[in-house]
DNA sequence: AAAAAAC
């Protein structure tokens, strides 16, 4: 009834006042990137989703500006900044990061974070400090060279610098390289770079089949990886598959499978492709397994167990990436890999320093609504991410959050439709979405890297999960905000989260530090802790209605798009590596 | 160590 209102009269409202400040940021920036965004024209033609060379992209000022005008924030953003210095005295020992003097745009590079990089194994190859020094060591092909500089790509990141030689050795490698620090390119420039030419070219020797298999947990992210794939791939004919239903149908042609140079697929999908024989892996000869810890974890282990096994070339390189590898998903990597070299950029488990997270106490469920809603209430930094604990919580939140008028709210879940997926993952990143409401479904992996906000509105359900949702922001050495709602319920598993954010140097009040360590029991009981679906116990919806109330939410997004009061990209960083019109 | 995600 109140949703019929609100829709009626064109959708969610925009306060003005409320967001004045937001606006005016959003103008300022946009102005000051004139000279910047004409540069890049070249790739404007490219669909917002093509964003791969992000991580060139960010000058700090801005996010750094942004931040001081928050008078809270203002101390702590110093603060963040002497912790940084004083790590980088500590356990610097990576000088690659800076050093490319001679490049007029490193001094608008944001310096990413500068971490220690550790590497076990025999003869580790020595870390390249430049794609320059890539290129001449191992021949790295011109195209992929000069799609690295048409998008200003100068210095590589710890995990690139490190990563890539030893891929582009043939080696086997366990990467950990936290969130945002572009572990993505680090393996995709060594695997083209092994591929050479594509396998439809005439003087390939490539073999019949597909050569490279990229494996991701979510649709959405095999998504970004096929993209980020895409660009590197500019100027040549290589054939790159996202693995999709209809993409499988249309290798049921041998002769078209055949010519097929990389895969990226979710593992299910690709085992059910294996089963109806329509892709044979006989020919792979790099396998990578992207968010390696949730790959190997009992759910997706079996399926990924099929995968490798009928990965049957000799010369078969495989390679597992993440932020965390706890011990039991390491100890089943390192015993697929063959004579593994182990690299791990800056401390395990460890999330940047760079963002800032907090722990704010709401007693019990029912009373974190209406903490999110006063948040809300105050002007914030958009887009938001906020996560739930599952499908109906996240649907019911934003439900909620449309209901009480909060502009610009999206969802996604993966019980929504693959296209309502698609959508919700190009509103965002388009900036039209201020607050996304999700599951764990964008917990990894998803790069959106406007995000200056987490908040964990139901507790994480490991360190792991903590690590990889606020991993969301503060990507390629920009900041970011992290809150997380505890409730009396969260007790056992807060102090373990206490510790993750001591050690990356953020606050954490004095008596959370002196809980107990939560005994076996405890661990147990929380699993037993069973949340209410609907996030407003006053109004519990069932499950059909919830969808039908879903549409509502997408349909007063559409509404929106027509009144366009939202500034189409929130911040400079998106324009600039966006390029100019989405190709839808 | 548990929910979500994978088709």
Known sequence: MEAFHLLSRGGVQFDKHKY???????????GSDKGKSADRSAVGQLPAELDFFKYAAAPESTSTKRKASEAGDAGRTEKKKKQRQGEDRDVDEDEDAESAPEDPSSSTSPPMPRHKVTTKGSNVPPHAETFEALRERYSIPSHIMSNLKEYGYTVPTGIQSYGAPILLESRDMAAISPTGTGKTLSYLLPVMTALGVPASSAKSGAGAGVRAVVLAPTRELAHQIHNECLKLAQGRKWRIVLFSKATAATLADKSVRDKVDIIISTPLRLVAALNSGHVELHNVRHLILDEADRMLDSEFLSQVREVVDACTHDNLQKAVFS???????????????????????????????????SLTYVADDPSKLPTLLTYLSQPYNPP???FASSQPRATSLAEELVLHAVPNVDCLHAGMTKKEREDAVSRMRRGESWVMVS??????????????????????????SYIHRIGRTGR?????????????????????????????????????????????????????VKRAEAVNPARRVGRSEAIKKRDMIAGSQRRKERVRMVPEVPQEEDRRSTGEEPVS
Request: hydrophobic letters at 40%; aromatic letters at 6%.
């Open 476 to 528: 390629a050495g920009r900041e970011g905000k992290a809150i997380t709602y505890f409730t009396d319920e969260d007790a056992p598993y807060l102090k373990s989260i206490a510790n993750v954010l001591l050690q990356s140097g953020s606050q954490v009040p004095e008596w959370i530090l002196k809980l107990p360590k939560p005994s076996k029991l405890k661990r147990k009981q929380m699993g037993k």
């Open 384 to 386: 938001v991410l906020v």
């Open 20 to 30: 004045n400040k937001d606006v005016q940021l959003f103008n300022s920036t946009r």
């Open 323 to 357: 932020a965390t590898l706890p011990a039991g998903a390491e100890k089943i990597a390192m015993d697929m890999l063959r004579d593994p070299i182990r690299v791990v950029v800056g401390l395990k488990d460890t999330p940047l320093p760079l963002i800032a997270q």
């Open 439 to 464: 599951t764990e479904v964008m917990a990894r992996g998803m790069d959106f890297k406007g995000v200056r906000e987490v908040i964990n509105y139901d507790f994480p359900q490991s360190v792991q």
